[in-house]
């Protein structure tokens, strides 16, 4: 399946020459305002990586540079991670507004602060600092953040989500060529820069290297909040984990860190599974071989406290239900196509006290420095994790070999 085609005339650099101090600039196409900047010293414009459609390739296109406002960071993007729900949006698997940019696993380094942005948040992230960002964006204010719950953002999932805009209704992307605006799925990171609102950054150690760190943004994201805020896991707990790539592979690493018993990594590819005990699996099941649940009974005894699904199948989803000890909890993070509907045995549901417990992500102010410390210490290690670098032109490849389950743990685009 190609996803992937760069325009010729694209591939170079602009000819325009650079500008030594910032301008401001607007045009308008169709009636749509299309605004773009370009920083002292540096390009008036970038290029990204477009989805169009279903079916259709990605292009690389040119941009104006994306202007960010108040509250918002632009950042010089150094890595892009290669997510599955990246792929399920070029499969037309999840619904989204189109053209957009994808790509929502970021590192890089902060070139620019919107207009009166608070003075604590440019100390924070002062200019040149290196940064990570979160996938899941939080407002900061609406109802679920100021709860804590930043993981169920109001306005992420009412603008980000649904309409591909930051949260003044608008998107920072506008088409070098007509102005026309496009979309950003998160932060819109498989670009040369991109804008992120301050509330999803993170600062990232010179110790950190740039490549493997955007990991940190989304895998290692969303095991954390699985592990800390859904399962409330303890030391001692056991732990399956089904489905070990990029996110399923990361929940092994952090079940490490966390002081689980016994690690049980399953999947239906014996590479994966080799690799998921250099990661931390204490027990390995290959799910064509094997039965999945009877497997994990029998290693422990009677299941296992806590099970996670990282692969949004219903076939994996009853697994993971059925695998959990009475009273354990199964915890889905595996996205699934619209409209799959997972199955799970009532009764035993109800008299067992299982309990089944969805999980998206993190929580981006409190969790995101946490799990960058995971990593500083080497309690995550990095290099495990992600199995395959690319350039920006080669992204196509990586979306190829993860939906063809060529990668192993977690693909890196580097954009430097």
Known sequence: MA???????????????????????????????????NVAGGPSFMRGTVFWEPNRPLTIEEFHMP?????????????????HSDLHVLKGELPFSSPCV??????????????????????RFPIGSHVVGAFIMPCGNCFQCVKGQEDLCDAFFAYNRAKGTLYDGETRLYLRSNGKPVYMYSMGGMAEYCVVPANGLALLPNSLPYTESAILGC??????????????????????VIGVGGVGSSCLQI?????????????????????AKMLGATHTINGLKEDVVGKIKEITGRGVDVAVEALGKP????????????G????????????????????HLVRRQIKIIGSYGA??????????????????????????????EEANNAFDDLNHGKIVGRAVVEIM
């Not at 690690?263 to 239906?268: G, L, P, T, Y």
């Open 67 to 83: 202007r960010p406002k108040s509250g918002e960071i632009l950042i010089k993007t150094k890595a892009c991670g290669v997510c």
């Open 3 to 37: 996803f992937f085609v760069a325009s010729r005339s694209l591939l170079r650099r602009s000819s325009r020459p650079y500008f030594s101090s910032r301008r401001w600039f607007s045009s308008g196409v169709d009636g749509i305002a299309a605004a773009g900047y």
């Open 102 to 123: 994808i790509g929502h696993e970021i590192t890089g380094e902060v070139v620019e602060h919107g207009a009166h942005t608070d003075n604590g948040i440019i100390k």
């Open 255 to 275: 079940a490490k860190a966390f002081g689980a018993s016994e690690i049980i990594a399953v999947d239906v590819q014996d590479d994966k599974l080799q690799n």
């Open 315 to 326: 076939l994996t989803f009853m697994q993971c239900a059925k695998s959990v000890r009475d």
């Open 219 to 240: 895998a290692v994201f969303t095991a954390y909040g699985a592990m800390r805020h859904a399962a409330d896991m303890r030391a001692g707990d056991s732990v399956a």
């Open 328 to 347: 354990g909890k199964a915890v889905m993070i595996g996205l699934a196509s619209t409209n799959a509907i997972g199955e799970v045995d009532i009764t």
């Open 363 to 392: 929580r981006a102010r409190q969790d995101l420095p946490q799990v960058v410390k995971l990593a500083e210490t080497g309690i995550f290690n990095l290099q495990n994790a992600v199995t395959r670098k690319c350039k920006f």
